[in-house]
T-cell receptor, first 114, second 113 residues
Framework: KAGVTQTPRYLIKTRGQQVTLSCSPI?????VSWYQQTPGQGLQFLFE???????NKGNFPGRFSGRQFSNSRSEMNVSTLELGDSALYLC?????????????FGPGTRLTVL | GESVGLHLPTLSVQEGDNSIINCAYS??????FIWYKQESGKGPQFIID?????DKRQGQRVTVLLNKTVKHLSLQIAATQPGDSAVYFC????????????FGKGTMLLVSP
């Protein structure tokens, strides 16, 4: 069974631009969560989607948004990029989400904002 | 590979030693805990989990201990190998039905042959 895939793996953008990152969960998994990882703040939860609905959201500004499609694939979008958005963005999938279901992480997308 | 963190606490051990990585969690309402391993250039990989109704759980070469009184979690790795070198994160979750994980800052484990 293929693992969680994320595209692209690396991305360079400039301030003010927007970016869209993609995540394909493990086949059969319906929950997709997104995390931001930086050296200063560590791993921080962005949001979780389940069956195309956002179920939970972390403490990030509205410039960060996401969606989930009927095939469970998910995208996250960051608008009006700032230098501080440079980070590794990780996607994790689980079968049902919550209640201790194991989350499987993808390799991440490394975003650099210049 | 990508650096997952700068200025992380680092534990350096020799191959064959036992390693103990500690974690203090923040929320007394957390009832599910997970240890993840992250190698350079990769996403976090599940190692072992424990629910709050337990104080110890063993896996293959790994043991997790939970002390709810002082909100402390530890990961013990037996007979540490060079392949165990990575950053280790503890994560906590309140089992309310959502997958939100709150991660610790991480500890870098360096294993010398």
């Amino acid at each position: 069974k293929a693992g969680v895939t994320q595209t692209p793996r690396y991305l360079i953008k400039t301030r003010g631009q927007q970016v869209t990152l993609s995540c394909s969960p493990i086949s059969g998994h319906r929950s997709v969560s997104w995390y931001q990882q930086t050296p200063g703040q560590g791993l921080q939860f962005l949001f979780e989607y389940f069956s195309e609905t956002q179920r939970n959201k972390g403490n990030f500004p509205g410039r960060f948004s996401g969606r989930q499609f009927s095939n469970s694939r998910s995208e996250m979008n960051v608008s009006t990029l700032e230098l501080g958005d440079s980070a590794l963005y990780l996607c994790a999938s689980s079968s049902a989400g919550g209640l201790g279901n194991e989350q499987f992480f993808g390799p991440g997308t490394r975003l650099t904002v210049l | 590979g990508e650096s997952v963190g700068l200025h992380l606490p680092t534990l350096s051990v020799q191959e064959g030693d036992n390693s103990i990585i500690n974690c203090a969690y923040s929320n007394s309402a957390s009832d599910y805990f997970i240890w993840y391993k992250q190698e350079s250039g990769k996403g976090p990989q599940f190692i072992i989990d424990i629910r709050s109704n337990m104080d110890k759980r063993q896996g293959q070469r790994v043991t997790v201990l939970l002390n709810k009184t002082v909100k402390h979690l530890s990961l013990q790795i037996a007979a540490t190998q060079p392949g165990d070198s990575a950053v280790y994160f503890c994560a906590e979750n309140i089992m309310t039905g959502y997958s939100t994980l709150t991660f610790g800052k991480g500890t870098m484990l360096l294993v010398s042959p």
